[in-house]
T-cell receptor
Framework: DAGVIQSPRHEVTEMGQEVTLRCKPI?????LFWYRQTMMRGLELLIY????????DSGMPEDRFSAKMPNASFSTLKIQPSEPRDSAVYFC?????????FGNGTRLTVT | AQTVTQSQPEMSVQEAETVTLSCTYD???????LFWYKQPPSRQMILVIR??????QNATENRFSVNFQKAAKSFSLKISDSQLGDAAMYFC????????????FGTGTSLTVIP
């Protein structure tokens, strides 16, 4: 079991550019979560999926953010256009019954 | 929605001593799961210990143990024989099986281990 795999590990981009973060959950897990972590706001849930279906996206900050899960083994979080305030560490996590398994996160820097 | 409160933003402990991190939660559910996660400077989120609410016995994992008080809605983490590698941010988390497997996290406690 390779765990939850996120890519890229680091992303530096300029304001206005599109950013796509990728996640491969643990095989067999039916729930997938995207979190954002900053010093100011801590760990925030952005969106989560059950069986590839978005259940709660109320944490998505605005329309610039979108997430998809086309199949059970892949999810993306897209920011278009990116802004400096989007700079944070973005975590993907997956779960079956219990507990939550996190990826190593993507550190996004928007200049 | 359920809320998880960690009232200690920062804690410190002498190496080899014992420290207890506090966590309380608010819920009307009777069946749920509780977790402690550790986040060292590497930023990786590591599961430390878990507790099922229906189990009265407190969970233990080596030097880590919990004091689960269901009636008081309290879930504290005790670290015995603290080691330098225990220095990290610790997050308490609640999982609700009744709201689509939603997880709720506290704001974290930063633990410093003093040599």
């Amino acid at each position: 079991d390779a765990g939850v795999i996120q890519s890229p590990r680091h992303e530096v981009t300029e304001m206005g550019q599109e950013v796509t973060l990728r996640c491969k959950p643990i095989s067999g897990h039916n729930s997938l979560f995207w979190y954002r972590q900053t010093m100011m706001r801590g760990l925030e849930l952005l969106i989560y999926f059950n069986n590839n279906v978005p259940i709660d996206d109320s944490g998505m900050p605005e329309d610039r953010f979108s997430a998809k899960m086309p199949n059970a083994s892949f999810s993306t979080l897209k920011i278009q256009p990116s802004e400096p305030r989007d700079s944070a560490v973005y975590f993907c996590a997956s779960s079956s019954r219990s507990p939550l398994h996190f990826g190593n996160g993507t550190r996004l820097t928007v200049t | 929605a359920q809320t998880v409160t960690q009232s200690q933003p920062e804690m410190s402990v002498q190496e080899a001593e014992t420290v207890t991190l506090s966590c309380t939660y608010d819920t009307s559910e009777s069946d749920y799961y509780l977790f402690w996660y550790k986040q060292p400077p590497s930023r990786q989120m590591i599961l430390v210990i878990r507790q099922e609410a229906y189990k009265q016995q407190n969970a233990t994992e080596n030097r880590f143990s919990v004091n689960f008080q269901k009636a008081a809605k309290s879930f504290s983490l005790k670290i015995s024989d603290s080691q330098l590698g225990d220095a990290a941010m610790y997050f308490c988390a609640y999982r609700s099986p009744n709201t689509g497997n939603q997880f709720y996290f506290g704001t974290g406690t930063s633990l410093t281990v003093i040599p």
